[in-house]
């Protein structure tokens, strides 16, 4: 089983940059597809990106497409998720998952989640 751990949130003006890692152990990471959720006070856990096991396809949600870029080395255990031209609207708590196998959109086909890292994106 994979267990993940994210880093790099911060706070950040608005069209600032920031650059978040998540960073993963055990045997599975390699066989996983890694994805992005995000959590506002009071919302939903919604999907921001995911990457395929070999990293050859990426999906975006539609609010962030052209904006973010997910990208991943399994050399290294390591899934980034780069933010430029980042939105109030971005402020979140990021969080990534693993998923075996389903629909990368929906967060019920994750099995695992890190711990979270806050974005916050002032105006």
């Known amino acids: 089983q994979v267990i993940l751990v994210e880093s790099g949130g911060g706070l950040v003006q608005a069209g600032g940059s920031l650059r978040l890692s998540c960073a993963g152990s055990g045997d599975s990471f390699g066989a996983d597809r890694i994805g992005w959720f995000r959590q506002a006070p009071g919302e939903e856990r919604d999907f921001v990106a995911a990457?395929?096991?070999?990293?050859?396809?990426?999906y975006y949600a539609d609010s962030v497409k052209g904006r973010f870029t997910i990208s991943r080395d399994n050399s290294k255990k390591m899934v980034i998720l780069q933010m430029n031209n980042l939105k109030p609207e971005d402020t979140a708590v990021y969080y990534c998952?693993?998923?075996?196998?389903?629909?990368?959109?929906?967060?019920?086909?994750?099995?695992?989640w890190g711990q979270g890292t806050q974005v916050t994106v002032s105006s």
């Open positions: 998952g693993a998923s075996a196998r389903g629909d990368l959109y929906r967060r019920f086909t994750y099995y695992y």
């Open positions: 990457i395929t096991r070999e990293g050859d396809e990426a």
